[in-house]
């Protein structure tokens, strides 16, 4: 049987200073209703976690390359058609891309996974004992261990699932992303996990015994795991070992507020998300240039979709741009306004 592995979270960074490790905290940490972030999946050859201990340089601008987007939005848990089925649940993480949806129990003591669904034959349900991310208060050479159970549904059998996982943040230091993003101060946990799914398939009791080793980095005020490299080896029945490596460079909206600088009334765009044809309306009283750019999640430019004097309304073509998270950059005269945009 084959066993999909829990994503990592989207997370609420904590607070750092320029001379001493964060301390993560309830206050400081726990996701936010409202939270959304562009996720990049990427190639895992040559990704390595590098070194642990304090003052670390780990240099990930040219290792990660990208062969997917994804998007992770904190929503409240009743707004999922599933929520009745994770019980404790404060929050969920909905992916718009793969219909996966993570559900999360953050209170004042720790950060736990409840479990996660994404069709009616792939969900793993962690309710009676979830699994804890991170206990508060946690800093750097903090550790804890947790067990956990639960009961996974996949394709057409059902396991019992129970693991521990052992948690300890291993090191701090700096962290460089693709595109010359680069976060000091960074806490890096690592995370080993280790669980059994157990069922009876047509009448043959089957385990299959599972191995996670995780590194995660996070820093203050960033409302996401930077980078997430997983280890799996599956063993029992069938066999696999695998890697997956993703980071998320991009904050596309905090707590509810989209990233909007100057006016919110005077810009619209229309539908959101978009298929094929995007509507821009604008209604610019300075009568000044406008330039309308479009941007990936890296923040790499895709299309210049005007640049002088324009008409209050314009339409922009996206069937040729891949599905995911875009960022339209509206700037005229001192007025910047930021619009996430997503393409299906």
Known sequence: MFKKLLPSLILIGSTITSYAQSTLTAANFNPQIGDAFAIVNCDTAGVTPGGSGPGQNWDFTTALVT??????????????????????????????????IQYIKADSSRLSQVGYYQAADTNLVLSTDPMD??????????????????????????????GSVHVICDAYGTLHLPGGVTFTNALRVNSTQVFTDSTDLFGTPTIDT??????????????????TISYVTQ???????????????????????????GSTSSLTVYPNPVQDELNIDYDGKNNKNVRITLMDVLGRQVAVIADGQINQHLTYNTAGLAKGVYVLHLQSGDESITRKIEVE
């Open 67 to 100: 062969t997917s987007l994804d998007t992770g939005n904190a929503v409240p848990c009743l707004s999922t058609p599933h929520c009745a089925m994770f019980p404790g649940t404060t929050l969920a993480v909905k992916s718009p891309q793969s219909d996966l």
């Open 235 to 261: 063993v029992g029945a069938a066999s696999s070992s695998y890697k997956l490596v993703s980071y998320a460079p991009y904050q596309v909206q905090a707590a509810g507020v989209p990233l909007v600088n």
């Open 210 to 227: 599972f191995n996670i080793n995780t590194y995660t980095w996070y820093v203050a005020n960033y409302h996401s795991a930077l980078l």
């Open 133 to 162: 991310e991170i206990r508060y208060p946690f800093t750097y050479l903090d550790s804890f261990t947790d067990s956990y159970s639960g009961t996974l549904t996949f394709s057409l059998a059902t396991a019992n699932e129970i």
